[in-house]
């Protein structure tokens, strides 16, 4: 199954989170160094107990996917720091396994952040550079009790 790569935009992206990007309205605060806009997502409702910041790196691989994640007591944003690639997401409601039509694939670089809601189908990004570094924000215990794998019998080409 070949797919098609999307480019994130808020409406496209609700079904898996909220999209974090630089507002297109002026900046809260400018002068002739620096703009700055104050309050582009709000964090209160953020579904983390003890939340930390974790560090990924990415490395160039297959574009195949055969397997999925998701986290059900949390949720996660991925800052994306370097490189480009795929960021390929499932809704909670579905399984990514015996519905693989339901898998967007986002060509994602760092212009944007990324909310996924707790339950959202995830798997490590593709980077299309030689590797993507993020900063993650996750629960503090998720890697100890929050990880729900599920593999595919057939797997996903992306590319």
Aim: proline share 7%.
């Amino acid at each position: 199954m070949n797919t098609r790569l999307l480019t994130p935009s808020a409406d496209i992206f609700a079904p898996f989170g909220s999209l974090i990007q630089m507002p297109s309205e002026k900046a809260t605060v400018s002068t002739e160094f620096f703009d700055y806009w104050h309050n582009v997502c709000d964090l209160s409702s953020l579904e983390m107990k003890e939340p930390v910041v974790g560090f990924l790196r990415v490395v160039k691989r297959e574009f195949v996917l055969n397997k999925m994640e998701k986290h059900v007591l949390s949720d996660e944003i991925f800052i994306p720091l370097t490189g480009y690639g795929v960021f390929s997401l499932c809704p909670a409601e579905n399984d990514p396994s015996k519905e693989p039509d339901k898998i967007t694939h986002f060509f994602i670089g760092s212009e944007s952040a990324f909310l996924l809601r707790k339950g959202t189908w995830h798997w490590a990004p593709y980077p299309l550079t030689d590797e993507m570094r993020f900063l993650i924000i996750v629960d503090k215990a998720t890697v100890e009790r929050d990880i729900h794998i599920v593999e595919f019998e057939t797997p996903v080409r992306i590319l």
